[in-house]
């Protein structure tokens, strides 16, 4: 009894540009989409060197491999839906205009940009089209991290006082973009990057900050450094956040932390409680109450049962599943351009700051 | 410059016998076959009810559906080069011993079989066959399982004294098998699964052992439960044991733990030192010296950088890709047919020294 | 305004026996009579060597020092109203039996006695008299396991199903006996200590088992094990249990568990969660329940507030000063000869079931 | 064989001025006292109120209970050694003054005074006293505080970059301080306490980073609040800070964190790893390195073996212990005036930045 094809489950089809063989976050993408299989990534500008670029699409087995992003922008056109972009950061401007004018959905590595500028334009034109422009703060797509703003925006602890968020990497604690490690280069580069850990990881740090707490950062005061000498960018910041209502909120990034892997710290302090988590334990959300109760929730919505950790990639495909949900017209949580553009004038407003001295409003 | 389709890099074909919608191991096993991309799920025979088979291979959207596995193994020879088989265990010796023989690899779930004559035979045939089987021991996937199984085995902590292992759960704290629900009726209805807790969970607890000491169960004095009332096999056990070499063992096993959600730990001592795992926090290790000094080593093996938490469904593709290089003639680390032979053995004889109160040899 | 001597708050007078300088135990028996200042100790006899004794009691700078406990016991009646005992094990039978017929209250070390027959002779002697014999099982004197007991008998958990009891040191992994280390000397000594691992933490282990459930072992099943060569007496062991209405329990206790300092895990399982405590963690308490969230319980009453660590010092205090509550006639938790009498069957038994290789009833 | 009386070991004799019945941190320092036996607490004027304070002496069975503590000064020069004083922070300096100048030894609560004018007369007139004016820096008497320190000086994780403490409680998460809780009265009250968090844990905070560290505060900028309503000091802050050779540190400090208990946490990172610290686990010490490893090392110099946890009572004792060192003549790690006035800086200076909205140097 062998049948013919089933009619095949709609998919989302899906062509990357940058991520190409060696880099580390084109793969996690990668693996993201083909988790929950709601994607068929069928085309490929994997690097900004054209010959590199289809090499590394044929690696991949994709279908379609292009030299340039322009080609397949212009190419693709009705045949794939949407275009994920994770190249660096002072090309994702350029990448998403074109893609969105094109009518491709955008899956967009954060920050959204390299300068403040770039992401004005593109966040104006985001809120104008129809397509969805969507990015990857990756820590959103933790569950707990969505039952942490879940229980704040219910109430949970009461009216918020203050948040504290740290992301504490070690990794560019010596100057290893000078031995050529390709990370480290065009993270370090700021005609590549904009920002350095404050773009890299600080976008993610404030982002969470705002997205748990449900509220906007409105003013912020840093304490920027480059630890290691003869960096062109940041790599260790402390800054002192003013957010709406009141609420009080410290971040610290640091990419020089010797010793620290991927160290990222959330917690919220309301009038009737706190609630904190840590990526070294993903799967938990604590509450702790007044009474010296701490009670911590364990994950129930991961893709295996409660009890079975998930982690990183996990993650990861959360956000994809959303997009394919937004992308194919029911629910979903995305981060979008609006937030985005937050990110970047937090970034800007930081390192204004540390010039001038002062509070800087965003 | 858009190129015509690039030559595929190879994959496995595979196909899936049992796991249709609804259950639990079956997804868990196709995004382990999806998240490193080296399989193609071409075929499946999702269910033993013909109709629901082929409702449920169209639903995930198979080429090749099929209403029964003898239809499918016998239609898809040469299409395909591996089944993998998630059905209850009950099937799984017919299943695999006709896979074998049609010249399939075998990717297979644990328990190996249901009693263990079967187990037996297989094991004979498996030794015969010239193609790969392969048990779905999840716990070995985990990266830290495999650093404690290499750090044992290179003398870290010196000759070996005792191995303790536990795996608690708590689903079954009750009778759900009476309310319905599909995983505790087949788990716990001896006709489908031969043992309960001891089958289902105990064999991953016993194989944990021998798999990071490498020795043997020698023998084992069991005090078996079925704490739940009405229930028809064991819910909780304890288990003394004697591995090879005077290497002293014990052995927690129990689905009736209420609150715990699947609590894996596993300790093993030497004269020098211990080392130290927990499923809770997968990506450590633990090695304890006598100097007071806990050092614990992070995964750094992981598809992300050290620091980003890897889980259950990145051990099972662990699993699936050491399979896949096995099948395509490299190195890769499989739990083969003496093993889950192994583990039928020691259920087998658990249950015998619990009639008999006597210590039972394997 | 100098005013006299005020009116002295009444403090239990006490002798010490055994405890003499260098040695583990009594000191920190003087620290918890010295925590909260409701002891005097005015005399001892701190060795069995008199010459020893009054030179240690001197150094100590008790006010009265024998050369041997005979001499005490029977010079201080009417003078004090307590002796505290912490004499390797085979004294503390006659030791304990003169103090009781003297007429003075008694704290002893645990185990109660060398042997059990010892042990009966005492325990019937104790509840004839009306002064106090209070064993020290340092553990009940940790607040949370008191709050376990508590919660347990309020019936938090539910009906009970299983206790698991383990308690792993590693600093006889070695024959460190035959070094002349002194603690090690008599430990492993069944002349002076009966047991070996059994008695000195396994006693501790089962009377957990037993305290915080509030059920009696009735038969155990022990696979007991000299693990160091040349060892007289027993340093690793395993032991299956019934304890009354049917509750199943599982004991562990090593002390050649290379690495481990001194952990001790109480886990119990009822049918409505489970309640879990570490001795890494002692301020704590944890709750499972079976909606997969876990309360954490911090410790409230201790000597600082919530949030200031206590440790083993301040549990062994709290031991003294319920003694001090019984023997000034107010309330207070102790464990007398009647639970050190269950430890003792509870260690002859665990050796013969280890001779008879069959289940042994207390 | 009764002995006359032995020799007594030398005690010192101290009295207390403040800490009568019904206070917190009284009841801490008598504990500490004893808990090594070297002090004998033989005078008192434990109260502001005449009445009070011999009440609350005569209740301790205090030998010479005094009405104020002139009269203690005047009535005990030559009878008692040292006092200490654990009144509200206002009349540290007078009471600390007039002691020194009667030739005591001083055991003196932190924060140092109330005001910084107050600070620096004290600190001077310490420095050309021969008698020792000592502050009870509670966290410096946690062996494993003192072994970070030791480790960092030793240069285990190298040059050193950055220094991050935080101290966060909850228990001023409401105006209790208006309830008349006696503790919160005070220690929210300008006029006794001077500042508000910032003095009374603030000063634990900074302490710590310039202790473990070995580098002075040169400069901060404060984010200092008063989140309660009506509240008159400060209950929250964060604070940037830069210590001597270009280390970067930040400080987080709150009373008002709901659900907090005390919890103190230190991390410093040099060019080698970090070393971190937290008093939820006082007896571990955490070494980070850059290869993923993190080394634990736990406290083995406790009163009891390691494994045996100690605590807040214990690190108190400790403090006392060295006091004793140092005023028997032998070596002692004591926190001294110039420590105490570094912090009164601190303070003083956070404060002023609020104000200022600048760095403010020390």
């Known amino acids: 009894m062998r049948r013919s094809r089933s009619k095949s489950v709609s998919k989302i089809r899906v062509a990357m540009v940058g991520g190409g063989i060696g880099g580390f976050i084109g793969e996690i993408h ?7 299989n709601r994607y068929d990534l069928v085309a490929g500008a994997l690097s900004s060197e054209p010959e590199r670029s289809i090499r590394s699409a044929m690696e991949l087995g994709l279908e379609r491999p292009y030299g340039t992003w322009e080609e397949l922008i212009e190419a693709e056109q009705g045949d794939i839906d949407c275009i994920a972009i994770v190249t660096p950061n002072d ?13 491709y959905h955008v899956v967009l590595d954060k920050p959204m940009t390299r300068t403040l500028n770039e992401a004005v334009t593109l966040a104006e034109l985001a809120l104008q089209s129809t397509q969805m422009l ?52 065009w993270r370090t580069n700021p005609a590549l990057c904009g920002a350095g ?16 707490t449900g509220h906007s950062i409105q003013s912020v005061r840093g304490d920027v450094h480059s630890v290691v000498g003869g960096r062109k960018v940041d790599d260790h910041a402390t800054v002192q956040m003013k957010l709406s209502e009141g609420i009080i909120g410290d971040l610290i990034v640091s990419q020089v932390s010797t010793g620290e892997r991927n160290n990222v710290e959330v917690k919220v302090y309301g009038e009737d409680g706190a609630l904190t ?34 982690g990183f990639v996990e993650a990861f495909a959360n956000i994809y599943s959303d997009c394919a949900n937004v992308m194919q017209g029911s629910d979903g949580m995305i981060i979008d351009a609006q937030e985005g553009l937050a990110s970047m004038k937090f970034i800007h407003a930081v390192l204004q700051s540390q010039e001038s001295q002062t509070w800087v409003e965003l």
Chains 1, 2, 3, 4 share one sequence.
């Open 30 to 36: 990668r693996m993201a989409m083909r988790l929950d």
């Open 91 to 103: 090309s994702h401007a350029a990448i998403a205009t074109a893609a969105l004018e094109a009518g």
């Open 134 to 185: 969507a990015l990857t703060y990756t820590y959103t797509g933790y569950p707990m991290i969505r039952e942490m703003k879940s229980r704040i925006a219910g109430g949970e602890i009461g009216s918020l006082r203050a948040v504290s968020v740290s992301y504490r990497q070690g990794w560019l604690s010596s100057a290893i973009e000078n031995e050529g490690q390709k990370q480290a280069l």
């Open 197 to 212: 850990a404050l773009g890299d990881i600080g976008s993610h740090a404030e982002q969470l900050a705002r997205f748990v």
């Open 277 to 310: 988590w840590s990526h070294g334990e993903p799967d938990v959300l604590a509450l702790l109450k007044q009474d010296g109760t701490e009670h911590r929730f364990h994950c129930s919505v991961n893709r295996a049962p409660s009890g079975h950790p998930a």
